[in-house]
Nanobody, 128 residues
Framework: QVQLVESGGGLVQAGGSLRLSCASSGGTLDTGVIGWFRQVPGKEREGVSCISSTDGRPYFRASVKGRFTISRDTTKNTVYLQMNNLRPEDTAVYYC?????????????????????WGQGTQVTVSS
């Protein structure tokens, strides 16, 4: 059973940086499609970024392009979301997720229904 655990969230001032980690137990993150999502109360969960092991080309939603990067560390079975130049509108609970083996298999705009395994989320708060 794959279990994902996010960490690295916290409170940061606008312009600051955080690095979120997504560690897996019970399954490898070396292959497949990993996505990062975020959600604020009263709004739908939105895809932030994803990366596929097949082509390695990451996706970023427009509002975070140039500020966020995504990477894998296969030695630690961990995926990272580096967030720089944070803005108050980045405030949300951030989730990592993994597509199932029979999932779409591609990383495009990440959509929640494409992912099966989810972490519990980590809060990111950016103060102005």
């Amino acid at each position: 059973q794959v279990q994902l655990v996010e960490s690295g969230g916290g409170l940061v001032q606008a312009g600051g940086s955080l690095r979120l980690s997504c560690a897996s137990s019970g399954g490898t993150l070396d292959t497949g499609v990993i996505g990062w999502f975020r959600q604020v109360p009263g709004k739908e969960r939105e895809g932030v970024s994803c990366i596929s092991s097949t082509d390695g080309r990451p996706y970023f939603r427009a509002s975070v392009k140039g500020r966020f990067t995504i990477s894998r560390d296969t030695t630690k079975n961990t995926v990272y979301l580096q967030m720089n130049n944070l803005r108050p509108e980045d405030t949300a609970v951030y989730y990592c997720a993994l597509q199932p083996r029979n999932g779409p298999g591609y990383c495009g705009p990440p959509l929640p229904y494409q992912y099966y395994y989810w972490g519990q989320g980590t809060q990111v708060t950016v103060s102005s």
